[in-house]
């Protein structure tokens, strides 16, 4: 596990992160997160430091989705271009996007396939043999997979691509209660994993209308804000209707014995993007900083070497480490031939939460030397406590990562009340802006514009449940009375 | 998690063995495994209970892959043509079973993308360029995928499909000597997983040069014996030696700084097949026998119930649940409205190694009833040690399976001097049939192919490290000289 290239300081990282962009490129080079040298353009190799936190990641959100009553189960990658067809806006909207497998072996395929880009259209020509009775719904099930799009906008690395790693849950309701109270339950899930495991905040948007799911009623994402004031979006959950079930023929019997057509929601928590924004937010000048519930490695032993002292002090690290594997801690020792320091900003730059170092004096005196890599903090402790130790401050890092991302949104949502003061602000300071709007569906695509076109910035939708204008607001595009605050942003 | 349904003892699963293709269909339906109705042929559905066991097979898969040493990545899932036309055995091998996405949106790609069907194209393409030093070896990574095949055979779930799960692990060393070692890890790990966890036993082969991968210099494989006395190929591990090396342009610099070509392994551990194996080696007339290692649920709990005493004995089974969640197994309460005997009844069916049941006698007496899956043995246990005893039990079943399965495959291996023999055999009792044979290299196509067309068997290989024929015996195709003991039997 350990590394065993000698490289001076410079080598490894010290990058300011002001220029974000250099910042992101490089970061993904020197951790070894992604390579971008494959040969098809937007697919890219997952290195295994990043395919280490991928399944941590992939594990951490799948238990919170079963918690809430999802099941596993994996849908093919290829949908025949019929199911597609189903659904007309869902058609519209993702063609552009599809990549086709046409040939199989020396011979044309007799109908295209597409490489699922999302799963809709194979899941419910499924669900439709699936749903009988009220007796067989809610159905929650959800697939980690892969997806496929052909996107024609510049690709970054993990933020947008060509191939990418996510969940789709699809859920299936009698009512539309249910469904509704799906998305509260997705924006709890959300909530577990982004801001309580990962430290990472957002807000909650229902977007508006021009900017919805093909096919949906309504789409609600979550935004988190990037280290370049731009916003990003991480989970969204579209509520569907009935438009899916009645295009794909669900239909079930309920307790009265009619046959009725049930309300769907899905929902898609994206495992590439949100290591990408992991990454962004909590990274520094030094490397990443990782969080423990994903950190590939929690706690890296350094042995603090002299002549002679070699054996007892390796002996000393072995100990540590199987007694914190014990406890259940992702732990390596780093026995290669580098001197300490450059072990240390090497395991800085990965990102691992703690050091542990362990000398003579450490032996001596009965304890372990941890340095923090958030705050670069250093903590004698007792070597016989040193688990619950390293668990405690586990959870310190991540709060302290939390509450600094924390502050950083917060600071970065403004107010304006006109076209100017909107331009002033995300030319400024960037971040959220809340300004008045006048459709509260925001089927308003010529005010929508107006903004985009005035500002770069972009409506990001209504904060859900807080979507009520203040009396004697007036949209900032048009003048009329404001029926809804929009948050207006720079987007990736 | 319980199901709601009721059924009665017909309805659920009683299906006699001896017509095993019949068995197999039928428990894949009832279990709720796969579903075979997704519109595109080959492709099927992998339903919550396979799904679950798939997670927990890949997770101990990657487990032993990762203590031999192995990292794990992420290639895409498309291979561009001119990577696959490197190798030329290769591309000619795998040519008339490969998938090929030729367009995108609304265009043509310049030139086609193959779906992956393995992965050595891009693997290699990328090592060319991480390999420098050998420093870099042995380089030992891993991904866990789905991969696709154009299969013109019969398809049967699981068995062999257009699209299932595999793990392929590939490896780079220095010297031929470490390539060749690699065969012996992949075989330990091959052992630790069916053997150790899974009760599957197997025979370790070396495969006959007409039946190598495509671009192989030997192919290795491990064959488990089905009930219809049907050998069926599961890991395999292919010694490349350094023709992929050459035709991909990898090259390290040795301690003395000289530019070496590499030696590469290959080796695919296949989730989807292994699960059917297990499926059918260990099933019976009751439905699926799962070993602890990779039951979704290891313990499940029916609460024996009477008027007026639903409550305490509910409470007692939760108390149950979480003593023992707390011990980290797997467990559900059945709290549908079903009739003890329906609950036992579908349990059985899916597999769950053990049934604890809780009544009001057991409240009284302070314990547990256990009844195991594989023999329906029953046990009082204390209420305090349940924990321990349904570990202790866990690793009876599991003991007791491998047993019955070892037996089976033991008793079907037999010695056969002449065709006639040999015929008579596989007609009678199938299995694994030691024969002399003309070649050691098994390159005298022309015998295996009087083999195969005389006795409906196949040349599976020569049985690792014991290839020797004894004194004095002649092939049994040609009647010169055997140079070696290879095994024949009739495959999947």
């Given amino acids: 596990m350990a590394g065993t290239e000698t490289t001076s300081r410079k080598d490894i990282f010290n990058v300011d992160k002001s220029d974000f962009s250099n910042w992101y490129s490089e970061i993904m080079k020197t951790a070894d997160l992604v390579d971008l040298r494959y040969n098809v353009k937007g697919f890219v190799i997952y290195r295994p430091w990043l395919m280490r936190m991928a399944k941590e990641l992939y594990s951490i959100w799948e238990s919170e989705l079963e918690k809430a009553g999802h099941s596993p189960t994996l849908f093919p990658v290829v949908i025949p271009e019929e199911n597609f067809e189903k659904e007309k806006n869902h058609v519209q909207g993702f063609s552009p996007q599809v990549f086709w497998v046409t040939e199989a072996g020396e011979g044309k395929l007799e109908s295209r396939l597409a490489l699922r880009p999302t799963s809709e259209a194979a ?45 789709e849950a699809h859920d299936v309701f009698a009512d539309d209660a249910g469904a509704l109270a799906q998305i509260r339950e997705d924006m709890a899930t959300t909530k577990a994993v982004l801001h309580d495991k990962l430290g990472i905040p957002f807000i909650f948007f229902r977007r508006p209308a021009f900017d919805k799911f093909a096919g949906a009623v309504d789409t609600y994402a979550a935004d988190a804000l990037m280290p370049d004031k731009r916003a990003v979006q991480l989970p969204s959950t579209h509520f569907l209707g009935q438009g899916f079930a009645q295009a794909f023929g669900l239909l079930f019997e309920d307790q009265n014995g009619s046959k009725r057509v049930p309300y769907q929601t899905c929902h898609g928590p994206p495992i590439s993007r949100t290591l990408a924004v992991l990454a962004a937010i909590h990274g520094d000048r030094k490397g990443l900083v990782l969080p423990f519930a994903i950190a590939p490695i929690q706690v890296i032993i350094v042995p603090i070497v002299y002549k002679g002292e070699q054996h007892t002090v390796m002996e000393r690290c072995e100990q540590l480490a199987s007694k914190l594997r014990r406890s259940g801690l992702r732990v390596e020792i780093d026995d290669s031939e580098k001197k300490p320091g450059m072990k240390f900003y090497y395991w800085e730059m990965k990102g691992v939460p703690i050091r542990a170092e362990i000398g003579p004096r450490d032996i001596e005196s009965g304890t372990v030397t941890l340095v923090r890599r958030d705050t670069g903090h250093r903590d004698k402790v007792e070597f016989a406590r040193a688990a619950g130790a390293i668990k405690r401050i586990g959870g310190e890092i991540l709060a302290n990562l939390r509450r600094n991302a924390s502050k950083d949104l917060e600071s970065h949502i403004s107010d304006a009340n ?6 002033d602000v995300l030319a400024s300071k960037g971040g959220f802006v809340n300004v008045p709007f006048c459709s509260r569906d925001m089927d308003g695509e010529a005010c929508a514009d107006k903004i985009a076109e005035a500002t770069e910035g972009e409506v990001r939708g209504t904060v859900f449940d807080r979507e009520d204008a203040p009396a004697g607001k007036v949209c900032i595009a048009c003048g009329r009375p404001a029926r809804c605050m929009v948050v207006v942003a720079k987007a990736y």
Avoid: N
């Fill in 418 to 423: 006109s076209m100017g003061e909107l331009i």
């Fill in 123 to 167: 899941f419910y020509h499924m669900y439709s043999l699936w749903i009988r009775s009220h007796s067989d719904l809610p159905l929650k099930l959800y697939q980690s997979c892969a997806v496929y799009r052909y996107e024609t906008k510049a690709t970054k690395p993990l933020i947008r691509g060509r191939e990418f790693l996510w969940i």
